[in-house]
């Protein structure tokens, strides 16, 4: 009979929950995505090739072993991305938190023995002695039916969170690929810079041992050898200043790739050059930011999380509804009527078995203008997210024309500069011809000499600039997250440290889901496709 009871129990509160939330409805505004404002084309994309999908490494255009090496390093290493992808792992956990709440919200086991004593004076003192023991065991529930789909948003809009967080990683990828390439590069620039101080330094010694021997000889004052000898030893002193910052730069590569300084040496093969730049560079069409750029999705994951908050808010304006009940055994022993016998002898007996069932209700009437207040200022938050939203796009188109002027205008400087270290080579050798036939003075040879060192080292600047537009331009495209958009590079060791830790099931096993991504792709297509 008890058995039959439970389940006679168990039936009635699933059933008419069941025709309950059936007939439920979601109260809030239902969310649309925002209107495309990306420019239809860009401004300036002269030298660049417009494709409806660009390079997604875009880092192995440049044809560098050392950079693909230290990406793919970074990829697996950087502590940061670690983190970001543990911040998924900590976004999917509350994901099932935010499951949890459409069911029983309330739900324990609960049990107990007490000794009671009752007052002498007391109407229903009946024990002898005035105490009797109390013994208990049973369930209590609680649930707050959905009946305004407040907790149907709560888990939309920890999913959307979810997908907040892989997009952050997504951004984070994007990011760290482009800073290391831009760490790789300075130390390439410096490198270059180094050789060319030390080959005008080799030219500036050879030309101080002719000063000296036409000193020696009587032909000239000591002033010249003199002024050969600053313009040695100033360009000399370079040397220390680029040796340091180089190994700066080393020091910072070697921390975004998650090592200690002075360990990325090994990874260094080689000359370290400035990679040229390829003849070509395929780049998507300004729409395409809309779900390539992560920090764009970002934003807009965010502006949806918001939509659902004001409906969360807005469902508190209406009733709770909901079931509460508890089944369980419980005797106690009354001395007068029982004796002495145990009472927890009769504790499971079927004529213990006691439940209480029904429905529940509340409404927040009193805090009714603090609710409607508090669904004002989710809407006024909803504004300001979608001006964030549309801002980062305007922001995007920002970035990208600046990618181009910056290629641009660094391609047409080097232009000019290469002419200009041919023509100042000229008059160096032409200087020094003429001194040596004692035609000018050789203040001459020097500033011939300092000018070509001057437009060397520009020379290797703006070569370097040239390729880091580039790589500020696949960055602002939000090119290279979908290389390890199937992963997360948690470390095997920290993996088993939280499995022995915390039971994660098969939580840490999973890889970050595509699925959202896929259909934002495919959503923001067909809004951006041409209709007939």
Known sequence: MLVKSLKTLRLLPLGISVWIVSSCTMVGPEYKAPVDTTMPEWIDTEGFSVTAQENIEWWNLLKDPNLDLLIKTAHEDNLDLQSAALRILEARAALGIAYGSFWPQEQSIQGGASTIGVSDNSANSQSADGSFKNYQV????????????????????????????????????????????????????????????????????????????????????????????????????????????????????????????????????????????????????????????????????????????????????????????????????????????????????????????????????????????????????????????????????????????????????????????????????????????GKIAFESVLSSLDFLNQLESKSVLVRGEVILGMVSLYKNLGGGWEASRNTLPIKKETLDRMRERTDWGDVLDKRPSNKVIDEFSKKKDEENSPKE
């Open 138 to 437: 049973g369930m209590n529930a609680s649930w707050e039916l959905d009946f305004w789909g407040k907790y149907r948003r709560i888990i939309h809009a920890s999913k959307l969170s979810l997908d907040a967080q892989l997009a952050s990683y997504d951004n984070l990828i994007v990011s760290l690929s482009a800073e290391v390439a831009k760490t790789y590069i300075q130390i390439c620039v410096k490198e270059e810079r180094l050789s060319v101080v030390k080959m005008n330094i080799e030219s500036q010694k050879k030309n101080q041992k002719i000063v000296k021997v036409r000193f020696d000889n009587g032909d000239v004052s000591e002033l010249d050898y003199q002024q050969a000898t600053i313009l040695l030893n100033e360009t000399e002193s370079f040397i220390p200043r680029v040796e340091a910052d180089l190994r700066k730069l080393k020091n910072s590569l070697a921390v975004l790739l998650g090592r200690n300084p002075g360990q990325v040496d090994t990874l260094l093969k080689g000359d370290l050059s400035i990679p040229e730049l390829p003849a070509e560079l395929a780049i998507s069409a300004p729409n395409t930011l809309l779900r390539r750029r992560p920090d764009i999705r970002q934003a807009e994951y965010q502006l949806a999380i918001q939509g659902e908050r004001i409906g969360i808010s807005r469902a508190d304006l209406f009733p709770h509804v909901g079931l509460f009940g508890s089944v369980g055994l419980q005797t106690s022993n009354n001395n007068v009527t029982k004796n002495n016998s145990s009472n927890v002898d009769n504790l499971f007996d079927k004529e213990s078995f006691f439940y209480q069932v029904g429905p529940q209700f509340k409404w927040d009437l009193f805090n009714y203008g603090q609710l409607k207040n508090k669904v004002r200022a989710e809407d006024a938050v909803f504004e300001q997210t979608a001006n964030f939203y549309y801002q980062s796009v305007l922001k995007a188109q920002q970035e990208v024309e600046d990618s181009f002027a910056d290629i641009s205008g660094s391609q047409r400087q080097l232009l000019s500069i290469t002419k200009s270290v041919e023509a100042a080579k000229r008059s160096v050798e032409l200087s020094e011809i003429e001194y040596k036939n």
